[in-house]
């Protein structure tokens, strides 16, 4: 491989490099963008669950809350399938405390939180949601789905509202007041798939990553299905997200997000991560792995390998601009067939592909000849079934 610049790659390999941008001339929403203040914010600190970590105080409201649910609601009474009162169940703990972390320990609060969450849930039918098909099989995978892992063990949700800027499928999934119920549960459905992923354990994975991407998002269409989907889980799935990654944000969302963080928590904002146009494999990556991270945001994962097991892991280096790196795979006995994918972070660069055999007198096959790849190009993914032994696998 020729790089003009970095490269990602995986036999099972994947290979990054960032490198320099050239330099570009200052327009007048650039310099309104740099006027703005940084987006980033102090990391999300997770609660540990950890009844031993908490504050005296903290420690006090968890106990005044089990004894006011206690007088309040049945002793059978559940929420994900976990009683909320059995004292044998350190489950219920890891629940009562997010009610609680969601109103700053306040405990009247929490437990007004939780038991109108507990009325919500029966209203709508939540249990049940995850076995009925609610006829959204179009926008499985491209709208709102689960897919994968981040780098510590959170499920990751990713939703994306760019089709819906077709007024056509606009008018097939809003179009009526039953339409945008239907659509709000299934939204619940995809959040209900992703919880029976956590462990509700102290020291456990209890919450998931949101990536939200905000290219050709209709805004002023998806209004009112936001703030649907918004209301329905902040009042009802407290402290479920660890992370809220937002990206292909438009210039503009810096201006919008100036004026409106003075009424979001230093807790909320402390979530958000927020990346532009063109960025947005540098900053999954800083997340999620490249193996774990959709072909179509610049990683490695297909459609085609959800359920065919953990994903094989990927590797990253650094190519240098201008530098040339072979990668070698030797010992591979014939009739093996050898799969591999590249993709490249940060710049672009030139990739080819060849089979050397080891036997005297043969000759070096070209498997792909060389071509250059872009920054934001999907994952290459090809195979070759080597007839005899391999010398080296070079790219």
Not at 26 to 53: G, N, Q, W
Not at 87 to 107: E, G
Not at 154 to 173: L, S
Not at 216 to 243: C, G, T, W
Request: charged share 25%.
């Amino acid at each position: 491989m020729e790089p003009t610049s970095p490269i990602s790659a995986q036999h099972t390999m994947q290979h990054h490099q960032s490198s320099p941008k050239p330099p570009f001339k200052k327009t007048l929403i650039t310099s309104l963008m740099e006027a703005v203040p940084p987006l980033r914010t102090p990391s999300f600190k997770e609660d540990t669950y950890f009844i031993s970590h908490l504050k005296t105080s903290q420690r006090k409201a968890l106990k005044q809350l089990k004894d006011k649910l206690m007088s309040t609601r049945a002793p059978a009474d559940s929420i994900w399938g976990i009683p909320l009162l059995a004292n044998a169940d350190p489950r219920a703990d890891v629940i009562l405390l997010k009610f609680l972390r969601a109103r700053d320990f306040r405990v009247q609060d929490s437990l007004n939180m939780l038991l109108e969450c507990l009325a919500w849930r029966k209203d709508f039918g939540a249990d049940g949601v995850l076995e009925e098909d609610l006829g959204f099989k179009e926008l499985e995978g491209t709208v709102a789905y689960m897919h994968g892992f981040d780098r510590e063990g959170h499920p990751v949700c990713y939703n994306a509202y760019g089709v819906f800027k077709d007024k056509e499928m606009y008018e097939k999934i809003f179009g009526d007041d039953e339409k945008l119920k239907r659509f709000l549960r299934w939204r619940v459905q995809i959040l209900e798939r992703g919880i029976e992923l956590l462990q509700f354990k102290a020291g456990g994975v209890n919450s998931i990553i949101q990536v939200t991407d905000l290219k050709d998002m209709p805004k002023r269409e998806l209004r009112v299905a936001s703030n649907h989907i918004l209301s329905l889980f902040q009042d009802n799935y407290p402290e479920m997200v660890a992370r809220k990654i937002f990206v292909n944000v438009p210039w503009y969302f810096s201006l919008l997000y100036s004026m409106f963080s003075p009424f979001l928590t230093q807790r909320t904002k402390s979530k958000f991560v927020i990346s532009k146009e063109g960025n947005v494999a540098e900053t999954l990556y800083k997340f999620i792995r490249a193996e774990d991270v959709p072909v179509g945001y610049g990683g490695l994962s297909r459609p085609s390998d959800v359920g065919s097991g953990p994903a094989k892991p990927a590797s990253e280096f650094t190519v240098r601009g201008g530098e040339k790196v072979n990668i070698q795979i030797e010992g591979i006995e014939g009739g093996t067939t050898i799969t591999w994918d590249i993709v490249v972070g940060g710049w672009e660069l030139d990739y080819s592909a060849e089979f050397v055999p080891n036997a005297q007198g043969s000759y070096t096959i070209a498997v792909e000849k060389q071509r250059r790849i872009g920054a934001n190009e999907e994952a290459i993914h090809n195979s070759f079934a080597a007839r005899e032994k391999i010398g080296a696998f070079c790219r």
